[in-house]
């Protein structure tokens, strides 16, 4: 038991000292059957699409990508997957980063889930967003960490590079105004639930 509390301590830690501003969860129209191999392949197409989103082919030549940090989780039954990530927002408008990804992974497969299902909002408080994202370490250890997906390795000064009409229309074509519209909405009501829950 005191290793796994050190690990999450050190994991933790870490997370802290990282550059980010977005928390998120991702969630399947049915965690319970969804299968781990079926997921895996629907998150890997999702960061790759997201990181062309935003950083065009330079996300495959340079490997230019949105620095995250992806944890699966499993739910109270140890039944519902879905996951939890943190990651810095790869341009300046923070909530309409939140709304182009949940638009992207809502359209992005009939598995997926639908946009009032995830929740993608501006970090409140770093603290209670790392405490989050590690609180199944105690169950599935360093496995919850998705280490595959996740991405460290781009600075802000990079991502700042790439903003710009070709990276807006970029966006614009993977999420349209109406699903803006609709992923607006669904974060004013998490924030609102947030606040009320806080």
Known sequence: ???????????????????????????FVDGRRIGRDTAH????????????????????RQGVRVPRWCFAHEGSDSENFHIHFVLKSPIADTEHVCCVFNAIWAQH??????????????VISRASAVNYVTREYWRMGSATRL?????????????AAYEGEKQAL???????SAWITAATAALRDQQSRYTHSS
């Open 109 to 122: 497969h009939p598995q997926t889930a639908p946009l009032a299902k995830n929740w993608i909002l501006p």
């Open 1 to 27: 038991m005191a290793d796994w509390r050190r690990e999450r301590q050190e994991l933790m830690d870490y997370l802290l000292e990282q550059d980010w501003d977005v928390f998120g969860t991702l969630k």
């Open 41 to 60: 392949k629907l998150l890997r197409s999702f960061w790759n699409r997201v990181d062309r989103v935003f950083f065009g082919h330079a996300a495959e």
């Open 170 to 176: 970029r966006i614009n074509k993977a999420a349209s």
């Open 147 to 159: 280490d595959d997906i996740s991405w460290a390795k781009t600075s802000s000064a990079d991502m």
